[in-house]
C-alpha cells in the first residue's frame, strides 16, 4: 500500500477556532483530531483503490465511508487515485 501522506491542506484555521470554541476543547487537540480525520479518510480511499474497487462503487463506498458529500469523496479520490493505476 502507498503510504498515506497527511493532509495537503492543514484543516481550516476558522473551523477549528469555532469547534474548540463550541466544544471547550483545547485549539491544538481540535487541529490534531481534524487532521486525524482527514488521514483515516485517506486510508479509505486507499485500501479500496488497493483492493481493485472502481467507478461508481468506489464512489458510494467512500462518501457511506467517509461521511463525505459526492464532490468530497469525487475529490479526495481524484487525489490518490494515480498511486494506484488500474
Not at 501522506?5 to 477549528?16: F, I, N
Not at 481534524?34 to 488497493?50: K, P, S
Request: aromatic share 4%.
Amino acid at each position: 500500500m502507498a503510504s498515506v501522506e497527511r493532509a495537503k491542506h492543514p484543516p481550516d484555521a476558522k473551523v477549528a477556532a469555532w469547534l474548540a470554541a463550541r466544544t471547550g476543547m483545547p485549539l491544538d487537540q481540535v487541529e490534531r483530531s481534524l487532521d486525524e480525520g482527514a488521514r483515516r479518510r485517506a486510508f479509505v480511499v486507499c485500501e479500496l483503490l488497493e483492493a481493485g474497487v472502481r467507478g461508481g462503487e468506489l464512489l458510494e463506498l467512500v462518501v457511506r465511508l467517509t461521511g463525505l458529500d459526492d464532490a468530497g469523496a469525487r475529490a479526495l479520490i481524484a487525489a490518490h487515485q494515480d498511486a494506484y493505476p488500474k
